[in-house]
């Protein structure tokens, strides 16, 4: 999955290359947008992810189509880009079960947590991997010929994990075409305030710190579960 190609930084571009075709600065644009015009400086540089509700509210203030942020963003090797229409935002009701993966290379943690789903009663579907690196095998099975692998919907990744750390695989997503949407909720045993902001600037969900208390760790569980089962539209639920 190594890709120096970094979707954020594609998407801002095209936004500045169509903001200068218009002749609008920055402050003009974020009027427009009722934002600040600090965000869309980040934005155009890459350094703050343009939302898909964001993209849809720049086609139109701009006067493109929804694809004109999305032109070239196929990689050779990564597969197409899916690129989201209309239709895709107007009806959030599941039809599944959430399809779960948990990145944890301690097998009485993976316990633990499977546990805590079952405990939730949630509609979920858990599938446990040791090591980053298992992980990036099933993401290379995904659109294979006659592969039914299928991405998660929600990614539960341990932050210190053998060969292939956390957040280096974090990174990865992020810089993926495919995968740099994709919903990771960090798991820690403490919170290090380098390693969350580190998490965050490489667009992960949530960070969470693990409580030890058995039943806490079933009651954060359920909260988790139930925002992004019931509330939450991830985009592999369209």
């Known amino acids: 999955m190594n890709n120096s190609f970094d979707p954020d930084d594609r998407l801002g571009a095209r936004l500045r290359e169509r903001r200068r075709q218009l002749g609008l600065s920055q402050a003009e644009l974020a009027k427009r947008l009722r934002v600040s015009p600090q965000l869309v400086q980040k934005q155009e540089v890459g350094e703050s992810r343009i939302s898909a509700f964001q993209i849809f509210k720049l086609a139109e203030v701009l006067g493109v189509p929804v694809d004109y942020f999305f032109e070239a963003l196929e990689i050779s090797g990564s597969g197409p880009v899916r690129v989201p229409n209309k239709e895709d935002i107007i009806s959030p009701r599941r039809h599944r079960r959430l399809n779960v993966m948990l990145i944890e290379d301690n097998a009485n943690d993976q316990l633990l947590f499977v546990k805590a789903v079952e405990a939730s009663r949630r509609e979920v579907n858990v599938t446990c991997y040791s090591s980053a690196i298992e992980a990036e095998a099933h993401f290379r099975q995904i659109g294979q010929p006659g592969s039914q692998t299928v991405p998660p919907d929600l990614i539960f990744l ?81």
């Not at 992020?174 to 949407?181: A, F, G, K, L």
């Not at 380098?194 to 806490?216: G, I, L, T, W």
Request: charged share 20%; with cysteine; proline share 7%.
């Open 158 to 238: 341990d932050i210190r994990l053998p060969q292939l750390p956390g957040i280096d695989f974090l990174r990865e997503l992020s810089r993926n075409p495919n995968y740099w949407n994709q919903p990771v909720i960090m798991l820690s045993n403490s919170v290090d305030a380098v390693e969350m902001h580190e998490c965050y600037k490489r667009n992960a969900s949530a960070f969470v710190c693990k409580p030890q208390d058995y039943d806490q760790f079933v009651a954060v569980m359920d909260v988790i579960l139930q925002y992004w089962s019931e509330i939450a539209v991830s985009p592999t639920f369209y």
